[in-house]
């Protein structure tokens, strides 16, 4: 499938677009709705018309900001219209939900008369506690901004303009701390005079560099003094005296070089000309002026930042807007002025300088990050940048008298911020990026599947894993062809019919099962026509392959046998076991055995946990197990109970560092507030995170409710306890899920 075809599948699978509106109070009865509506709903209408600052109180406007356009710059687009730009504000909107929870409705105005785009603004003020300006080509972009500013109570902000600005100033000042130079002493030139260039060189002003050692370029050239061609009353404040005509004179001896312009637009001899160390921040979209490559091709001492997130230092606006709005919106904020910028630049740049903790390196491979030449703006997918920012934003609010609603207490603020980072999807991107950090060979018996190809072609993309296709190439070869996909350069595809191995493969298996009343033609059968999931099998078990993953097209019981027959579980161990990963928006659970031991033993109960707690810790998070029951410690005397109760006792001799205790109920189990008032004798002292269960009836009817009822996703079932790594998919799995559950297997290929 091409990478358009992605992107348009992306966008219209399923519900279409990408932004949903989702109720935050119930709505399940009568009562329910007559306090939703009629005639409840008239109560707070007549509190925000005594007070109009109640609507904060009573309605969701502090929370909501308009993502607003008229489609005339759309990303690199051009001027394509309001319609066609709808998908990037709803990308913006799901932009904002992800990073600050702050809640959107994307408004795209079908006018290119920026009076009209004004009125538009102006006229939904009362829905809105914020207004991200999107897309709106210079030099209309200013002026709307301004009268904005002018006539509206509430944070008006245009992104384009002044995300780009404060992203790479904040990057600025730690490059210029590298190099030891001071930004009232340096040269800048800006190479691009639209929205961005033109808020970043203001920017900079602001934060000090002399604004007569600035030069600003278009696709005319030099912007001085006398030039009539292509200017607008924007540009003319960076006109200056200067017999300086092109951008290849201008940035003789310059120290800092900013492009906002286009591919291509830098050239190596122009870094050659530039004063020792130079700064270039070539931030070009999605192709930078010049690449770092480049740049370093033709100097050593060059300092260079793009825009893109395979190079270091990528000037990212996420890092921006999104807590920007977050600490406005936080202290209702009547604007967002240029302290609040300035505060955003502060907190960004100090964050670069400390310590990178383990969960950021993590999320990017295991890549350690410390200020340096490589490292002066922040990763996106710093969660610190949150706890950063707004509060510094919210600050600068407050000490410049624009905050309606001071915050009293800034640690407790804090405290908020954390509690609005879902912890769930930034655990699976550590193990998709510990996946990366050294990909495995992962066999799939069902190669022909759509599913499983279109997972293979994101495994290869993303660097995840090395996945093997079984199956008949010809077979599989034309199913790629009709999905538009192009693996056959990247990708092993084996068929057993003609593989060179299979009769080694045959041998083997009738060795290992000649005593089970197998015989070598069966064996020779199964290899190379009856099983692929045989197959795959064996290529772990005969080191051809790392990890094994099958399921999507057939039973469970025709994954797991084979498996079995082949690679066999540990010695020692009783049986196989099956672990459920159930993500959550705020956290995620581990849930075992799900799917294997029926009516386990207390011995078969702790090898649960004790493997379960192994399987985790392999996904660097840190187990404490609850071992469930209907019974919490001793409270019911029933065979049950004592069975779970002993399991405990055996997982604490065999696993003495581990925290796990029981039996106890599951809402015991989950639920912190429970354990420390009533059980503040128990081993686990907040909620655990693996819950065993003491029957297979229980945890499968669990897992699945949770699943499909509950909107937990679930990942899995994960197998423990087998010689080598195999884990098994589902017959409703969808891509993403074969993906994660890829990264899972490499990471347990990883560990074995």
Known sequence: MSKKQDALDYHSSGRKGKIEVVASKPCLTQRDLSLAYSPGVAEPCLEIEKNPEDAYKYTAKGNLVAVLSNGTAVLGLGNIGALAGKPVMEGKGVLFKRFADIDVFDIEVNSEDPDEVIKVCQLLEPTFGGINLEDIKAPECFYIEEELKKTMNIPVFHDDQHGTAIISAA????????????????????????????ACANLAISLGLKKENLIMCDTKGVIYKG?????????????????????????????????????????????????????IFAMANPDPEITPEEAHAVRGDVLIATGRSDYPNQVNNVLGFPFIFRGALDVRATTINEEMKKAAVFALAELAREECPDSVCRAYGNVKFSFGRNYIIPKPFDPRALLRVAPAVAKAAMESGVARQPIEDMEKYVEHLESLQGKAKETLRIIINK???????????????????????????????????????????????????????????????????????????????????????????????????HFGCMMVHMGDADSLLSGIDTHYPETIRPALEVIGKQPGLSSVHGLYMMVFKKGIYFMA??????????????????????????????????????????????????????AVEIVKQKAPDLIVDGEMQSDTAVVTE?????????????????????????????????????????IGPLLMGMQKPVHVLQRGDDVTDIVNMAAIAVVDAQNS
Do not use: W
């Open 171 to 198: 990057g600025l000042m730690n490059a210029l701390e590298l190099i030891g130079k001071k930004l009232d002493e340096i040269r800048l030139v800006v190479n691009g005079a639209g929205a961005s260039a033109i």
């Open 593 to 646: 055995d799900t799917t294997v031991c029926i009516e386990p033993t207390p011995e078969e109960l702790a090898e649960t946990a004790i493997l379960a707690a192994e399987k985790v810790r392999m996904l660097d998070i840190e187990p404490t197990v609850a071992m469930l029951s209907f019974s919490n410690f001793g409270s019911v005397n029933h065979p049950q109970a004592q069975k779970v109760k002993r």
């Open 227 to 279: 030039r009539t061609e292509g200017m607008n009353k924007y540009k003319e404040r960076f006109a200056v005296d200067t017999p300086l005509r092109t951008l290849e004179e201008a940035v003789e001896g310059a120290d800092v070089l900013y492009g906002l312009s286009s591919k291509g637009a830098i050239t190596q001899d122009m870094v050659r000309k530039m004063a020792a160390n130079p700064v």
């Open 435 to 533: 996946a990366k950090n050294d990909p495995k060979k992962i066999v799939f018996p069902e190669g022909d599947n759509e599913k499983i190809l279109r997972a293979a072609q994101i495994l290869i993309e993303e660097e995840i894993a090395k996945p093997i296709l079984i199956g008949n190439q010809d077979k599989i070869r034309a199913n790629m062809a009709e999905l538009g996909l192009d693996l056959n350069g990247s990708v092993q595809i084996i068929d057993p019919a003609t593989f060179e191995r299979s009769e080694e493969y045959a041998q083997e298996l009738y060795r290992l099962r000649q005593r089970r009343g197998l015989t070598l033609s069966e064996a020779r059968r199964i290899m190379t026509r009856k099983s692929r999931t």
């Open 674 to 714: 429970i354990l420390q008032k009533s059980f503040s004798f128990a081993s686990v002292k907040e909620a655990a995170n693996i819950l065993i269960f003491p029957d297979l009836n229980s945890g499968n009817i669990c897992y699945k409710l949770l699943h499909h009822l509950g909107g937990a996703e679930a």
